[in-house]
């Protein structure tokens, strides 16, 4: 006698091939997810720095050290790797890197890279984007995702007006 309450083996295999499809269908998607997650990430922590390196500028917030005596604000500087930059006391007309533990450095997460970038300093007192050859126009930083190829950019006017864009693809 024929049992008709089990599968064929013919039934079984069509079953865990349309849930292997459907899971590696989600599993990409799950990937551009967390690559999109992290380069929103990575544009919040640098519009923060931003803001920061501002406010700390406005502010006159002048660590106690006898390596600056002409305090010129606050800047954010990239490094040549394109995937870092740091917080910098700006004296005379250089920011540098006192070791101080005020002064912040980021790395981004991986996969991220700056695709345009411009080193911004803010002068003190009135928050306004400095730079000794300045030309008066806005700065723009651009951050990309080189796995799901997105960017983000931000924004900073002559007077210190930090705008975060949204995401656009690259």
Known sequence: MKN??????????I????VGIVSSLTLASYN???????????????FDRLEL?????????????????????YGIV???????YKLQLCCDSLCLDTNNQDLISVQLQTNNI??????????PLTGQRHHPE??????????KNTI????????ISYLGVIEKQAKTSC
């Open 53 to 73: 390196s501002r406010k700390k500028s406005t502010a006159g917030d002048i660590p106690d050290t006898d390596t600056c005596l002409a305090f010129n604000g």
């Open 15 to 18: 079953i865990v091939m349309i």
């Open 148 to 155: 799901v190829n997105q960017c983000i950019s931000i924004s």
């Open 4 to 13: 008709e309450h089990s599968f064929s083996l013919i039934e079984i295999v």
């Open 78 to 84: 990239f490094d040549n790797s394109l995937t870092s």
């Open 32 to 46: 551009n997810f967390t690559e999109t997650n992290k380069l929103e990430a990575d544009a919040n922590k640098l």
């Open 114 to 123: 700056f695709t345009i970038y411009s080193n911004i300093r803010f002068a």
């Open 134 to 143: 300045d030309d008066y126009t806005d700065r723009t930083i651009t951050i």
